[in-house]
């Protein structure tokens, strides 16, 4: 409504005035900042319309409504024109092709035995619990021999690199000699022997050095027998028999006997014989 000097109203003016403002503002920054220019040209939009839809009802201000209209449309073409590009995700490559696991019982593997439970049962660094088979012999015969058939074994693979494959279906052990969880393999040295019939012939020595012992051999306490040799004999002077010892005790008395005869021995020098 104008007053009766044909002026727009106070209020109405005020209006047109921030809506041109905001208009202008919304192009100003349509070039470089397109979020506060957007936000701008909105604000200038609605007062430009209200302002244009009083202006209908005889009250003013349609030319300005439609100026700051016409200038909040072009900030905002010069905005969406002048918006950096919104960046495009990045397309997700397709995932590569997973390899299967490894096999952690492949064979044949080389390996690093860690632990040495038993001659013929083995740990490897990895945790793996290999069995070597055709080492089943006749059980030790004491305690010496079970230390030495273990000492054999891990003096023979402990902390070394060995080659472990699989048995031929002739040198498996019976079910019943594998410990549960262990792998039946044929084990290699590193110099290329086979370890079992490497340890059977070490431990064989091993035990024969150190718990056979030999008996010394008995020594006789008798004294050796004594010879006569020629050079005990003095050759330069005569035989001479030992004198007779014996002494004659009888004791006579009278004469018992008979006059001694020519060649008769009296006995005890009295004449008579025969006493």
Known sequence: MTSRHGAQPPEASKLVVIGVLLALAALIFSFFAQPLAFLFLVASLIIGIVVLVRARSGRGGRSPAIAMIAVSILAFIIAVATSPATPQPAPVAAPASVPPPIDPNLLPADVVVANVQSPDNLITTAGRRLHVTMMQGHPAADACQTGTNAATATRLVQNQQVHVSAPDP??????????????????????????????????????????????????????????????????????????????????????????????????????????
């Open 170 to 275: 002739v040198h498996l052990d019976v079910a019943s000699a594998v410990p549960p969880g262990f792998q039946p393999v044929v084990l290699t040295l590193p110099d290329g022997t086979d370890y079992a019939q490497t340890w059977a012939q070490n431990a064989a020595e091993n035990w024969q050095s150190e718990c056979v012992t030999t008996e010394p051999a008995p020594t006789s306490e008798a004294a050796a027998p004594t010879t006569t040799t020629s050079s005990d004999i003095d050759v330069d002077r005569p035989y001479v028999p030992a004198p007779d010892t014996h002494v004659n005790t009888r004791v006579h008395t009278g004469h018992s006997g008979h006059p001694c005869l020519p060649g008769e021995r009296d006995g005890d020098h009295d004449g008579y014989c025969g006493e």
